[in-house]
C-alpha cells in the first residue's frame, strides 16, 4: 500500500469494530456466463501488492487466479509483517469506477486461516491508505460464504491508516476497488465475489 501504517494493537483486535459479516448471506445469483479470460463472477483483476516489502505466494505483482476444474479461484499466502495486499479492481480497470450506492452488499465465498480486512478504494485518495475497511474474520482454513452489507455500520477506519477524505456514501458512489489487506501470516482463497444490483463486464 502507498502509506506506511505503524502497526498498533488497535489494529488487530476487531472490538470495538464493524459488525461482523452476515452468515446467512441472500442467495447469490448464479454464477455469469464465463469471460473469455480468467476471472471469478467476471472479476478479472486479482493482484498481489504490498507494503514494507511483505512477502506473498505468489510474488508481488502476481495474479492469484488458478484453475480448478472448470473454474477459477483465488489462492494466496502471506507471510506476515506489514501490509499484504490482494487488489481486485471492479470494473477490470484502473481507470474507471462503479456507483454501488444501489448495491445493498456482497456476497463471498472464502477461507482464511486468520482475520483479515477488506477495504474500500474509491477514486478520492485512490493510491493512499485512508479507506473504510470491514472486517472478514478467520474461516479455520474452511470455505464460509458471508455478505458484507454497504451500510456505514459494517465498515470502520482502521488509525494507522488514516482517516477517508469522503464519507461513506460519497466513498461508495466511486468505487475503484476492494482491496483484501492482512498484516499477519494468512492463507486465502477466494471462490465467489458478486454484488447485490451490480455485475462487472468482461473485458
Not at 478479472?44 to 501488492?49: E, P, S
Request: glycine residues 6%; proline residues 11%; negative net charge.
Amino acid at each position: 500500500m502507498d502509506a506506511s501504517p505503524t502497526e498498533t494493537p488497535d489494529d488487530v483486535v476487531t472490538p470495538p469494530g464493524p459488525d461482523a459479516p452476515i452468515d446467512t448471506p441472500p442467495e447469490a445469483p448464479p454464477p455469469p456466463a464465463p469471460c473469455k479470460i480468467p476471472s471469478i463472477d467476471h472479476l478479472a483483476h486479482w493482484y498481489v501488492a504490498s507494503e514494507a516489502k511483505a512477502v506473498t505466494t505468489p510474488p508481488i505483482g502476481s495474479s492469484i487466479l488458478v484453475t480448478e476444474g472448470d473454474h477459477q479461484v483465488g489462492k494466496v499466502a502471506f507471510a506476515g509483517g506489514g501490509w499484504h495486499i490482494v487488489a481486485v479492481w471492479v470494473t477490470n480497470s484502473l481507470m474507471s469506477q462503479a456507483d454501488l450506492s444501489n448495491s445493498t452488499g456482497f456476497t463471498l465465498t472464502y477461507s482464511a486461516t486468520a482475520d483479515l480486512w477488506v477495504q474500500l478504494r474509491e477514486v478520492a485518495n485512490y493510491n493512499g491508505g485512508a479507506h473504510f475497511v470491514a472486517v472478514l474474520p478467520s474461516t479455520g482454513g474452511q470455505l464460509r460464504t458471508v455478505f458484507v452489507p454497504f451500510t456505514p455500520d459494517h465498515w470502520i477506519t482502521l488509525p494507522s491508516l488514516g482517516k477517508p477524505t469522503v464519507t461513506f456514501a460519497e466513498a461508495i458512489a466511486q468505487v475503484r476497488g476492494l482491496f483484501f489487506i492482512d498484516d499477519a501470516a494468512n492463507t486465502l482463497e477466494f471462490d465467489r465475489l458478486s454484488f447485490d444490483n451490480f455485475t462487472p463486464q468482461c473485458q
